[in-house]
């Protein structure tokens, strides 16, 4: 009895301190219930910067085309889903009745001065710093075409890639000089070794290889061609002039590899020195989708010269539609026609490309020309380049680079670009706070 009168008192002062500790577990999850919503909370708002909300967005990359939530941290993309709670994130954007697209991709334009003021067509002051052109169109990447060969490429990273937050990449020119007038025609000056070395050496900056405005025979191309071998890049093609002009069939199925680029698509030179993909009466010659097909890049390139209806018309109406669509920007070309990447955007769109298509032929497709599959999409993990697009409906006309017009009832117009999750163009403000008398927030711009 004793020893189990002893076993009870034991079993009693057990079962009181088992009490005791089960009391102030119970007593510290209490306690935590009640603290952990207001962790969890806390932890929540600050997961995202920026929450671009209630927008339509269109990523060809990943079949998205529906209204989803975008959401950014450090700089990437950290959310793309319906309904992320606004309060997870710092800034909330509404995006409601807007399309959210990936940073647009410029396939082509001049952005490089050089030295020589009296410089040829594009490497010259006929060149613009990409910076007040890009963000305004939604552009957040720009690949130059050619500007600068492999003799000042060097000059180029100076002048322009290190002062432009715009992202900035290049075709390097098969001629050493680049685009520099007289040097153009200089066979002498193509020298696929080297362009091959330097574009090896500037891997993170170029992309593929350029010859432009050659007059002459298969020199230019051929050599273009063996550098991008050299390279193992794609070289792009704005043909040049021949008299007779070399036909473009064997342009495409003979010099030109698939995945090479032909530039400046809806040209058109009736009678001319150069090939169109359309006759002078404007059919569609019947390679050219063959061309297509087998793998060649069919680039707008609009330019001041290079996107007529004469052929972009009757091309479209037969089908053809490019796999890129760029803006060959310079200064003879953004106060005509052409005038920035979202109106080039915007033409081919009143011309009856579906939008899915002009929005992927302006991220997906050029960021896969170019062999840069991080780019062009909004994969979660991606750096936050993204656009926000209004499409208007209203009485617009759209000039063509002989100085004709078309009408068009919609316009695609930037609202909001996003280079690396940080604003650099915001027209109206959407993801800027309201001013008021009593007291400001930091934009934080
Ligand atoms: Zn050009």
Known sequence: MLSGEMFDRKSAHRFRDILKAVLSVMRTAIALAVIMPGITAMAVAQDLDLLIKGGHVIDPKNNRNEVLDVGIADGKIAVVAPNVPAS???????????????????????????????????????????????????????????????????????????????????????????????????????????????????????????????????????????????????????????????????????????????????????????????????????????????????DVGHGGGSFRYSAAMPATKAGFWPNTISTDLHIGS???????MANVMSKMLVLGMPLEDVIRASTWTPAQVIHRPELGNLDVGAEADVAVFNLREDDFGYVDSDGNMWPGSQKLEAELTLRAGRVVWDLNGIASPRWSESGNEQAGL
């Open 88 to 298: 997870r994130a710092q800034k909330v954007v509404d995006a409601s009745g807007l399309y959210v697209t990936p940073g647009l991709i410029d396939l082509h334009v001049h952005i490089f001065n050089g030295t020589d003021p009296e410089g040829g067509y594009s490497n010259g002051f006929s060149s613009v710093p990409p910076d007040p052109f890009s963000f305004r169109a939604g552009v957040t990447t720009v690949v130059d075409a050619g500007s600068a060969g492999w003799k000042n490429f060097n000059q180029f990273v100076a002048q322009t890639v290190k002062h432009s937050r715009t992202r900035v990449l290049a075709f390097l020119n098969i001629v050493g000089s680049g685009m520099s007038g007289i040097h153009e025609q200089n066979v002498e000056d193509m020298n696929p070794k080297m362009t091959a070395l330097v574009a090896r050496r500037y891997a993170d900056l170029i992309v593929g290889i350029k010859t432009a405005h050659f007059n002459g025979g298969w020199e230019a191309v051929d050599k273009a061609v063996e550098a991008g071998r050299l390279a193992e890049l794609p070289v792009m093609v704005d043909f040049g002039g021949s008299n007779p002009p070399l036909p473009l069939e064997a342009l495409f199925f003979e010099h030109l590899r698939p995945g090479d680029i032909y530039t400046h698509a809806y040209a058109h030179f009736p009678g001319g020195s150069r090939e169109a993909v359309v006759e002078d009466s404007g059919e569609l010659r019947a390679f050219v989708p063959k061309a297509q097909e087998r793998g060649i890049v069919f």
């Open 334 to 340: 953004m106060n005509a026609g052409m005038k920035d």
